[in-house]
């Protein structure tokens, strides 16, 4: 499995070689260096844990300080760790960059999105309104949520007002339209979770072929 972590820049187009344009997200990925690596023998799992974007020394925790330091590398403001199927052919202290991917991979991309607050039912799960005249009383009301005397409850689960977004969020089999090693940029086709700016996590899909 190839992982990288990047920033989310926003989303352009590009123009194939048929005169087709072709939507794509920009994705500043990289560099990343493999701060740690999980072994079965060792820890009961096989991960590797990539760190991304400087930091200073100030900003960052006494204990994260010393793992960075037995790396040989300056602090780092992002750590994710990634489960892995097999051993990682990865070290410690190793750079991780845009080039292992290639154009025509499909990638899985892990993002957060967007917090929206507190919603309602319509914008949260797509419900529909009432009428807006003759008096009704149910324009953008949930309406009823439950029974009468029997059950005498609110089943668990039920489409509800609440806090909407901010949630982790895969897409996944997403091709690589584009590599810029020079820029450190992946150009994905289509749409990923998250605001411009917001950390992402792009690794192999599973299926792991290309189109």
Same mark, same amino acid.
């Given at each position: 499995?190839?992982?990288?972590?990047?920033?989310? !820049?926003?989303?352009? #187009?590009?123009?194939?070689?048929?005169?087709?344009?072709?939507?794509?997200?920009?994705?500043?990925?990289?560099?990343?260096?493999?701060? #740690?690596?999980?072994?079965?023998?060792?820890? +009961?799992?096989?991960?590797?844990?990539?760190?991304?974007?400087?930091?200073?020394?100030?900003?960052?925790?006494?204990? #994260?300080?010393?793992?960075?330091?037995?790396?040989?590398?300056?602090?780092?403001?992002?750590?994710?760790?990634?489960?892995?199927?097999?051993?990682?052919?990865? &070290?410690?202290?190793?750079?991780?960059?845009?080039?292992?991917?290639?154009?025509?991979?499909?990638?899985?991309?892990?993002?957060?999105?967007?917090?929206? +607050?507190?919603?309602?039912?319509?914008?949260?799960?797509?419900?529909?309104?009432?009428?807006?005249?003759? +008096?009704?009383?149910?324009?953008?009301?949930?309406?009823?949520?439950?029974?009468?005397?029997?059950?005498?409850?609110?089943? !668990?689960?039920?489409?509800? &007002?609440?806090?909407?977004?901010?949630?982790?969020?895969?897409?996944?089999?997403?091709?690589?339209? #584009?590599?810029?090693?020079?820029?450190?940029?992946?150009?994905?086709?289509?749409?990923?979770?998250?605001?411009?700016?917001?950390?992402?996590?792009?690794?192999?899909?599973?299926?792991? &072929? !290309?189109?």
């Amino acid at each position: 499995m190839t992982l990288i972590l990047g920033r989310k !820049k926003g989303m352009t #187009q590009l123009f194939t070689e048929d005169g087709r344009h072709v939507g794509v997200t920009v994705v500043s990925a990289g560099p990343c260096v493999v701060t #740690q690596v999980r072994t079965q023998s060792v820890d +009961g799992y096989d991960a590797v844990q990539l760190g991304y974007d400087d930091t200073t020394e100030k900003r960052t925790k006494k204990p #994260q300080s010393g793992h960075f330091k037995k790396v040989g590398c300056p602090p780092k403001q992002v750590l994710r760790e990634e489960r892995l199927p097999a051993a990682a052919e990865m &070290s410690v202290g190793d750079t991780v960059n845009v080039e292992v991917f290639e154009p025509g991979d499909i990638v899985d991309v892990v993002g957060t999105t967007k917090g929206r +607050g507190f919603a309602g039912t319509i914008k949260r799960h797509g419900f529909s309104r009432g009428a807006a005249t003759h +008096g009704c009383m149910n324009y953008r009301r949930p309406g009823s949520i439950g029974a009468a005397a029997y059950p005498a409850r609110v089943f !668990k689960g039920k489409r509800m &007002s609440g806090h909407y977004g901010d949630e982790r969020h895969t897409t996944k089999n997403i091709e690589v339209v #584009q590599v810029d090693a020079t820029r450190n940029l992946l150009f994905l086709k289509g749409s990923i979770a998250g605001p411009r700016g917001g950390i992402v996590q792009v690794r192999t899909a599973k299926t792991g &072929s !290309k189109k």
